[in-house]
């Protein structure tokens, strides 16, 4: 995810409490909601401040007080985001911990698991979201690598039964562009085929966002953004879930639910018959203006996804996996 792309995540832990009455649960149930029902982890930010033992503290967590779908908090799905540096050396000592709390592993604490690749610095001129995609040369070194970091995460975990998440973000907002969206186009089709060829028949999920609040999208750039959505989502070769980042924790406040739910449901009425479903991720964070991230806000953050519930807006897998935490257990 973007913040913008969530860059250098902060590990930082404000005891704030949401959630479940469980003995040695979360710390205090007597404020909010239900939290998402997914979650993402982003590995490659978790050293040098997360250890693998307290990664694995959270896990455990997860599937001790949020696996029963009759329960307030059920979580049932993770994003693992970045599982491997632009080299494509997986990040073994944080997914040896991780690989048995996923379906198929030896204590699964998730129904459904979405595996991201990786993360590759764009040295270019220009933005990554821009000149970066519309580079077949670095479109072509996403995809290698990508494939590359699949297949050494499936030989060295076999068990593990996942689909496929694409790292590589997007703003929607600008594929009015059609040169823009064909290079998103071209790298997902040539990606979902090669996924195809690591582990045949599995789904995808991506979380782009909209960098424009919706009522702020140029008059003009209406019959285009449709047009280039149609072809972007067209025949695609694997069934595609969009996660839409909400953009308000990112936004230090400039983007509100109303606006999120406003662009899920422009996805929903146009591309619902495309895509295989349209969910929102949840940003479990606040940023201020400076950059700064820290935790969500014990009420606001409740109360911005029972919002979306009431839109009838499904709550996708949100980042991230330690701000939730820590929202709920401190």
Known sequence: MLVFNHIAATAAAVAL???LLVAAGPADASVGTDPPM???LQVSSLAPSVSPATLKTWLTDVRRDHRDPTKPGYVNAIVVQDIADPTGALYTSYLDVLAPFLPGGATPAFTRAYVG???LPWTGGGSKYTAGIESSTFRSENKTKSVAAAKAFHSRYPQVVN???????????????ANLAAAYRAYIVGLSKAFAGVTPHRSLLWSPAFWTMFADEPAWAWPDLKKNLSTLFADLPTRLTLSIQDFVGQSAG????QNAAA??????????STLDRVQINVEQFAQSAGGAITTGSATELPAREEYYRGQGIELGAAWEMRYWHSRLYG
């Not at 689909?163 to 562009?177: K, S």
């Not at 400039?254 to 639910?257: F, G, M, S, V």
């Open 17 to 19: 409490a949401v959630g």
């Open 38 to 40: 997914g979650l993402m």
């Open 117 to 119: 690749t990786v993360d």
């Open 163 to 177: 689909d496929w998440y694409i790292t590589y973000e997007a703003n929607l907002a600008g594929f009015w562009d």
């Open 254 to 257: 400039a983007t509100t639910p």
């Open 263 to 272: 662009w899920v449901r422009y996805l929903k009425q146009g591309w619902s």
